[in-house]
């Protein structure tokens, strides 16, 4: 779908549908959403007054306008209660009013700039959360379904301005707002592939494919290398699959010489069966997404890379399939890590922190100065946060400040999640130097636990996105499916890191 911004007089937008918008609670439209009404002879007002439309958050009436307006149909929003009310509203709205156009054949829709009003937003930031809603809401994953000739698509949304001296930073905020969600698409279709066509080589080719449109420098190490490295915890996992593991490297220099680096480091099981400890078989088709936070770090890297921002990032994602085979890693196994660690093998379905363990030590060794992780790692958090929040953890109380403020401001929701030295005990083993399952109780933490060990003294975040990685149900701007979550985050905190000259944390 392209968005353009254009300066209109919604009365006499000429397009399919325009959007309009109303608060919870309001009897008498204002703003532009009066104008269309007076337009209309009080259409908007008869509704509101008949109860049939009350503006509450995601709710929407579609009107015909009968020839009064250029538009042929007007979609009124609701924006729910105004105290309420911010930019991760206007991105729910917007998603869920481009859909409904979708689905009544609207090609061409134009919208005004919800909440830029008494809502109290700025114009720019709002123009970009309306670009981010509707290119995220729209999104499909159609690949393998047979195309109908007169399938219904969005062609064009135009962004409704008052003045022209507005132009230039809103079309500026609105191309900023395609970007991010161009990677976050990109994320999902990399997620929601099924895993016999994006197997580690092909995640690979296609992360390869990106780096060279977008700049980036990417290094792509096979086997014989993560051999030589002594990467034996990945390529413990990867030996009961035919398929090779790769750990995939990318890097955007965004400043010249020896400046800080942001280590991004990222999940990338493109099918997890849960090896020789396998999975019940309900539901196990999911596991085709245990690569959504490498998906997320890929898709992150390609929109920095576009958007430019003066700071250094480097990208890690270790990939590899874990399947149950005659040579398969078996619980009761000691394996070594890149550092030497050793680590007692009792679950071999807790093979991401395996994998993750080895990247985190390399992302020490290219000298990253910072590092955020994510990875779908534990059932554990999904019981305890749902699929509402992904869980936060860390060894750095002013770096997590970082990553939660960046999370907020995208409306990625994060929790801080503790990190007791308590918790230790669970994780010791009586035959290596650490094991990689602590048991039933506190599974995520113990799970953050084990990856602590790789990290070192480097500020570190880890984001487990269990529950947060995909959706079961379509809201807002997120479909059925995979999410994205958390590429915006990443996004945001490596241009707010890039805002402040990359500071060093106290």
């Not at 399947?323 to 991401?352: F, Q």
Request: net charge positive.
């Amino acid at each position: 779908m392209k968005v353009n911004v254009q300066v209109q007089d919604v009365v006499a937008y000429p397009g399919d549908a325009l959007i309009v918008n109303l608060f919870d609670g309001v009897r008498k439209p204002g703003g532009a959403t009066r104008a269309v009404d007076e337009a209309l002879g009080g259409l908007i007002s008869r509704v509101i007054a008949q109860r049939e439309f009350q503006g509450k958050a995601g709710s929407s009436v579609l009107l015909h306008t009968q020839g009064k307006l250029r538009a042929e149909r007007v979609l009124v929003i609701g924006l729910g209660k105004q105290e309420e009310f911010g930019l991760e509203s206007v991105r729910a709205v917007s998603g869920e009013a481009l859909r409904v156009l979708r689905r009544h054949g609207c090609r061409r829709v134009g919208t005004i700039l919800h909440g830029t009003g008494v809502g109290g937003l700025g114009v720019e930031e709002t123009a970009q959360a309306i670009t981010e809603g509707a290119l995220l809401g729209l999104y499909t994953f159609d690949r393998y379904k047979k195309k109908e000739e007169d399938r219904k698509a969005v062609q064009e949304l135009s962004l409704l301005l008052r003045e022209r001296e507005q132009m230039a930073k809103v079309r500026t905020f609105a191309a900023t707002g395609q970007v991010i969600a161009d990677a976050v698409n990109l994320a999902r279709d990399l997620v929601n592939e099924p895993s016999n066509s994006l197997t580690p080589q092909d995640l690979a080719a296609r992360a390869r494919t990106m780096a060279k449109e977008q700049k980036l420098t990417c290094q792509i190490l096979e086997r014989r290398q993560l051999e030589r490295m002594r990467m034996g915890a990945l390529l413990a996992v990867a030996q009961g699959s035919s398929r090779s593991p790769v750990l995939l490297v990318l890097s955007y220099q965004g400043r010249r010489g020896k400046q800080p680096t942001l280590g991004l480091v990222g999940k990338g099981i493109t099918f997890d069966s849960g090896g020789i400890s396998i999975k019940p078989s309900e539901g196990m088709e999911q596991m085709k997404g245990d690569m959504a936070g490498g998906a997320a770090v890929i898709a992150a890297m390609g929109a920095i890379a576009r958007l430019k921002p003066a700071i250094n990032v480097t990208a890690i994602v270790p990939a590899c399939e874990n399947l149950p085979s005659g040579s398969a890693l078996k619980p009761g196994d000691v394996v070594r890590s890149m550092d030497g660690k050793t680590i007692e093998v009792v679950n071999t379905d807790a093979e991401g922190r395996l994998i993750l363990a080895d990247a985190l030590c390399y992302a020490r060794k290219l000298g990253c100065h910072r590092l955020v992780d994510a990875a779908t790692l534990t059932g554990a958090c999904v019981v305890a946060l749902g699929s509402v929040r992904s869980g936060a953890f860390t060894n750095n109380q002013e770096w997590m400040g970082r990553v939660q403020s960046a999370a907020e401001a995208v409306g990625e929701k994060i929790w801080h999640m503790p990190m007791d030295g308590d918790y230790d005990e669970q994780i010791k083993s009586d035959v290596a130097d650490i094991r990689n399952i602590g048991g039933r109780k506190a599974g995520a933490i113990t799970a953050a636990k084990f990856l602590a060990r790789f990290v070192g003294e480097i500020p570190w975040v880890h984001l487990d996105i269990a529950g947060t990685s995909q959706a079961d149900k379509e809201k807002g701007y997120t479909p059925k499916g995979a999410t994205g979550v958390p590429v915006r985050t990443l996004i945001r905190l490596a241009l707010d890191l890039a805002q402040s000259g990359g500071k060093p944390l106290r």
